[in-house]
T-cell receptor, first 111, second 115 residues
Framework: RKEVEQDPGPFNVPEGATVAFNCTYS??????FFWYRQDCRKEPKLLMS???SGNEDGRFTAQLNRASQYISLLIRDSKLSDSATYLC????????????FGAGTRLFVKA | SAVISQKPSRDICQRGTSLTIQCQVD?????MFWYRQQPGQSLTLIAT?????????ESGFVIDKFPISRPNLTFSTLTVSNMSPEDSSIYLC????????????FGPGTRLTVL
C-alpha cells in the first residue's frame, strides 16, 4: 500500500462546478498535511495547509479526518484556471522533513 | 516565500556522462532538499542537504550516484553521475517555509533527458 494515495483522475468538470478530491494516508502518526498545486511543466506550489478543524480559503476548503486517515479538498465554482494537478502531501510526526507526496489528481475545467 | 532558481532549466545528455544542477536561494536557509519527479509520477525525495555536513540520502539513493554539495546557506548542487536513460526526470530543489517548517517552496526544476 502506498503511503499516500490519490485518485489520479482525470476529473473533467464544467466551469462553475463543485469538485472534491480525497487522499488517504497510511501512517497514523502523520503530523502535517497540505495540498499542493502543480501546473503542467511547472514546479509544485503550496495551495493550502490542512488543519484538524478544517480550513477554507476562498473557493477552496480542506478537511482532515484523522480517524479515517484521509484529507479532502473541495473546489467550488470551478474556474478554467483551476485546471492543474493537485498533490496531497503528508509529513510524519517526528519524521524530520520526510515529506511524502501523493501521485496527484488531475483536474480539467472546461468552458 | 523564498525565491529559488535552478540551472540549467533543461539539458539533454549522453549516457555515461554527468550533469551538475545548481540551486540558488535568495535567503539563507538551513535545509535544502532535492527531489526527482519522473514522467507522470509524483515527487520522490532524493536527499536533504544541510550546510556544513554531509547530505542525508533516502532509501534507493546513494552519494556515489547523486553527490550533493552545500557550501553555504543559499546554494546547493546535485550531480547526476554516470547517467542512463532511467535518470531522465525533472530534478527539483526546495527549501522549508518560514511560517511552517513543514511547508516547502520549490525551484522551477531541471528537466533532464538522457539519450
Amino acid at each position: 500500500r502506498k503511503e499516500v494515495e490519490q485518485d489520479p483522475g482525470p476529473f473533467n468538470v464544467p466551469e462553475g462546478a463543485t469538485v472534491a478530491f480525497n487522499c488517504t494516508y497510511s501512517n497514523s502518526a502523520s503530523q502535517s498535511f497540505f495540498w499542493y498545486r502543480q501546473d503542467c511543466r511547472k514546479e509544485p506550489k503550496l495551495l493550502m495547509s490542512v488543519y484538524s478543524s478544517g480550513n477554507e480559503d476562498g473557493r477552496f476548503t480542506a478537511q482532515l479526518n484523522r480517524a479515517s486517515q484521509y484529507i479532502s479538498l473541495l473546489i467550488r465554482d470551478s474556474k478554467l484556471s483551476d485546471s492543474a494537478t493537485y498533490l496531497c502531501v503528508v509529513t510524519p510526526r517526528g519524521g524530520g522533513f520526510k515529506t511524502i507526496f501523493g501521485a496527484g489528481t488531475r483536474l480539467f475545467v472546461k468552458a | 516565500s523564498a525565491v529559488i532558481s535552478q540551472k540549467p532549466s533543461r539539458d539533454i545528455c549522453q549516457r555515461g556522462t554527468s550533469l551538475t544542477i545548481q540551486c540558488q536561494v535568495d535567503s539563507q536557509v538551513t535545509m535544502m532538499f532535492w527531489y526527482r519527479q519522473q514522467p507522470g509520477q509524483s515527487l520522490t525525495l532524493i536527499a536533504t542537504a544541510n550546510q556544513g555536513s554531509e547530505a542525508t540520502y533516502e532509501s534507493g539513493f546513494v552519494i556515489d550516484k547523486f553527490p550533493i554539495s552545500r557550501p553555504n546557506l543559499t546554494f546547493s548542487t546535485l550531480t547526476v553521475s554516470n547517467m542512463s536513460p532511467e535518470d531522465s526526470s525533472i530534478y527539483l530543489c526546495s527549501v522549508e517555509g518560514v511560517r511552517s517548517y513543514n511547508e516547502q517552496f520549490f525551484g522551477p526544476g531541471t528537466r533532464l533527458t538522457v539519450l
